[in-house]
């Protein structure tokens, strides 16, 4: 199956998307800051470049799409019908990457918190109440 849209097309699409800052991100932040937590974005000296860091809790949270990083059983998670090889590949190295980066973090003594895309979307309420426990919890 070929792509429907042109290579220039296509870039222009891909350029849209956003590593940082999504919709999701900034729902999540806005809910932490709400209930009083305060957080740096996007810490680049811990690796994965985690989504939030809580430097009090000892707490990096990443806010995962389930497209990117492959949500098992998500209905998010589908592969493109065009170029399968190279989005397989792609998709391997971002779970190795993602797991890499969180035992790396662990191994430092960081708690690790993964929010889901589709949680936030569908559960939001539960999920960031979860999110909070687990901040909490020793």
Known sequence: ?????????????????????????????????????????????LPGKP????????????????FWHRHTGCKRATVPKTRTDYWVA????????DLNNYQQLRASGW???????CDILRHFSTTMLKTIEEILSN
């Open 51 to 66: 989504d939030l860091v809580l430097k009090k809790y000892k707490t990096v949270i990443f806010v995962n799409g389930c």
């Open 90 to 97: 792609k998709f391997d190295k971002n779970i190795e990457n």
């Open 111 to 117: 708690k690790v918190i993964i929010i889901w895309e």
């Open 1 to 45: 199956m070929t792509d429907k849209l042109d290579s220039r097309q296509r870039s222009i699409n891909m350029a849209k998307i956003h590593s940082t800052n999504t919709s999701i991100e900034v729902k999540v932040r806005k809910f932490l800051f709400s209930e009083g937590f305060r957080y740096r974005k996007n810490v680049s000296s």
